[in-house]
């Protein structure tokens, strides 16, 4: 009993380490490498963040605890608003949220916590009907949040961007460091894998155990897993600080938030919702 107690801690932690100290650092050095602008980082960012998610997610599915991914989803989406909140606050950037691209996006982010309130609230069942719905709102999101900044904010941000060239000095396009990178994430990715296989048998062996209800499962799955994107909130506003500008590193951490948000909810759940018809 308690060695598995024990074991969810350790990988739970493992999974928070690996995603901070690896997954994170070497993205955020590949983009740069490619000189990607603060909007794409943010959305790579957000996909990376969603790994743990994903991990808890697919286990979680596979063990038939359907319930558990729903309130993880909900749980991480609502503490991923609040974090990035608490880091525009931290970084004194609140004054760029009236950016009307920035107001739409966080809109966004508000429906995919509604969404998973409103399914479990009406007790409705995760199912295959489901999912056409999911990847059309998906789209949607990602065509809305394209055309906001395109409207609002890609001008200014193209202007920003050639200021910052002045004074910094970006690394040349290394074909040898992109291969470099991208190995590393692909044995990151695997290494996430595996651990994930592991919580997922710890996490069934807990439940057994101690009969936990599948809300607190979930909504402790939800706090281990957002800790990730609160370091990405945190490190792209203090990245871009460097270079005297606010508003690229609010674009990018909103970006990761809305990505990682849209990916928990129509993505990831999606997966979860077709291993649950298969199996």
């Given at each position: 009993?308690l060695?598995?107690?024990?074991?969810?801690i350790?990988?739970?932690?493992?999974?928070?380490?690996?995603?901070?100290?690896?997954?994170v650092?070497?993205?955020?050095?590949?983009?740069?490498?490619l000189?990607?602008?603060?909007?794409?980082?943010?959305?790579?960012?957000g996909?990376?963040?969603?790994v743990?998610?994903?991990?808890?997610i697919?286990?979680?599915s596979?063990?038939?605890l359907?319930g558990?991914?729903?309130?993880?989803?909900?749980?991480?989406n609502?503490?991923?608003?609040i974090?990035?909140?608490?880091?525009?606050?931290?970084?004194?950037?609140?004054?760029?949220l009236?950016?009307?691209?920035?107001?739409?996006?966080?809109?966004?982010v508000?429906?995919?916590?509604?969404?998973?309130?409103i399914?479990?609230?009406?007790?409705?069942?995760?199912?295959?009907?489901?999912?056409?719905?999911?990847i059309?709102?998906?789209t949607?999101?990602?065509?809305?949040?394209?055309?906001?900044?395109?409207?609002?904010?890609?001008?200014?941000?193209?202007?920003?961007?050639?200021?910052?060239?002045?004074e910094?000095?970006?690394?040349k396009?290394n074909?040898?460091?992109?291969?470099?990178?991208?190995?590393?994430?692909?044995?990151?990715?695997v290494?996430?894998?595996?651990?994930?296989?592991?919580?997922?048998?710890?996490?069934?062996?807990?439940?057994?155990?101690?009969?936990?209800?599948?809300i607190?499962?979930?909504?402790?799955?939800?706090?281990?897993?957002?800790?990730?994107e609160?370091?990405?909130?945190?490190?792209?506003?203090?990245?871009?600080?460097?270079?005297?500008?606010?508003?690229?590193?609010?674009?990018?951490?909103?970006?990761?938030?809305?990505?990682?948000?849209?990916?928990?909810l129509?993505?990831?759940?999606?997966?979860?919702?077709?291993?649950i018809?298969?199996?």
């Open positions: 009993m060695i598995e107690i024990l074991k969810f350790i990988y739970s932690i493992l999974i928070v380490i690996i995603s901070k100290y690896i997954l650092k070497i993205l955020r050095k590949l983009a740069e490498s000189d990607l602008k603060a909007k794409t980082i943010g959305n790579i960012a996909y990376a963040t969603s743990p998610e994903f991990l808890t697919t286990t979680s596979l063990r038939g359907s558990a991914s729903m309130y993880n989803i909900l749980s991480s609502i503490i991923n608003l974090q990035y909140l608490g880091s525009v606050i931290i970084n004194k950037n609140g004054y760029i009236k950016n009307k691209a920035i107001k739409v996006d966080l809109i966004l508000v429906i995919t916590i509604i969404i998973p309130m399914l479990l609230k009406l007790n409705i069942e995760l199912e295959m009907w489901i999912v056409p719905i999911f059309i709102l998906y949607l999101f990602i065509f809305l949040n394209n055309n906001v900044h395109k409207l609002y904010l890609e001008k200014q941000d193209t202007e920003i961007e050639v200021e910052i060239e002045k910094k000095r970006w690394e396009k074909k040898k460091k992109t291969i470099k990178y991208s190995t590393i994430l692909i044995i990151t990715g290494i996430l894998f595996i651990i994930g296989q592991l919580l997922g048998n710890t996490l069934e062996n807990l439940c057994n155990l101690f009969n936990i209800s599948e607190i499962v979930g909504v402790l799955l939800g706090f281990i897993t957002s800790i990730p609160l370091i990405t909130f945190l490190e792209s506003q203090k990245h871009n600080k460097k270079f005297k500008d606010d508003m690229l590193g609010v674009v990018e951490a909103t970006n990761n938030l809305l990505t990682s948000n849209i990916v928990n129509f993505a990831i759940q999606t997966i979860g919702i077709l291993i018809s298969i199996i």
